[in-house]
């Protein structure tokens, strides 16, 4: 079993993308999510109002670094993409554009971070996170949360959930901006494996405080790039 994913390549994309991707559990002794209904009300309501206070103070940061995308690589400066979220629905996820892709490549590509496309522009705000912040309109209107597993691509969900054992059980938690995996480092070319088993710990211990003490973890890791 591979234990990562390292392919550049474009694969051939499924035809279609139903409105929720069949997720098979291969580890059915997985514990079901902690947190009664009060204590996930409260998370709907941090990220609510985070992500709202978010959006107003960083809309100049925006604003620049759309008109920085714009002069580098063209107009269209928000790229969409359909990801896949809790309990398998999916929806159709923001960011910045860092280039401009061929049609359908985005969603089949495992890493860009190589690519001769990418301008400075582009590098910068992968590099810093910033291409994610279109993202907090998906944690306001409920797509996400602040804090959670990161959300993929329907192809590669399809792919992991057959193949990872415990990949789809993941997705009984909300997806969020930052969560258990990233802060551990757990991102881009790592393993897939590692990442589904940090993301049903963190279903497994959820709280308030788990979220909290991520999204801390989180600010740490960002000023340290």
Do not use: C
């Amino acid at each position: 079993m591979d234990t990562g994913v390292k392919e550049t390549a474009a694969v051939p994309a499924p035809t279609g993308v139903p409105a929720t991707v069949p997720l098979p559990v291969l580890h059915t002794a997985t514990a079901p999510p902690r947190g009664g209904r009060v204590a996930r009300a409260v998370k709907r309501a941090v990220d609510v109002v985070v992500a709202l206070v978010a959006l107003v103070l960083v809309a100049p940061v925006l604003a620049v670094l759309a008109l920085a995308v714009r002069l580098e690589s063209g107009p269209g400066v928000l790229f969409r993409q359909q990801r896949v979220g809790q309990h398998g629905k999916v929806f159709t996820l923001y960011k910045l554009r860092s280039l401009r892709p061929v049609a359908g490549e985005g969603d089949v590509r495992w890493n860009i971070d190589h690519d001769a496309r990418l301008g400075p522009v582009g590098r910068f705000i992968r590099r810093t996170s910033l291409d994610e912040l279109p993202q907090l309109w998906n944690v306001l209107v409920g797509d996400m949360s602040l804090v959670g597993p990161r959300p993929e691509r329907p192809y590669f969900v399809d792919r992991f959930s057959t193949t990872v054992p415990g990949y789809a059980d993941r997705h009984r938690v909300p997806v969020g901006l930052t969560g258990l995996a990233v802060v551990r480092g757990l991102r881009g070319d790592t393993s897939i494996v590692e990442r589904a088993a940090a993301d049903n710990e963190y279903a497994q211990r959820w709280s308030l405080g788990l979220d909290l003490l991520i999204a801390l973890q989180t600010v740490r890791v960002l000023l340290r790039r």
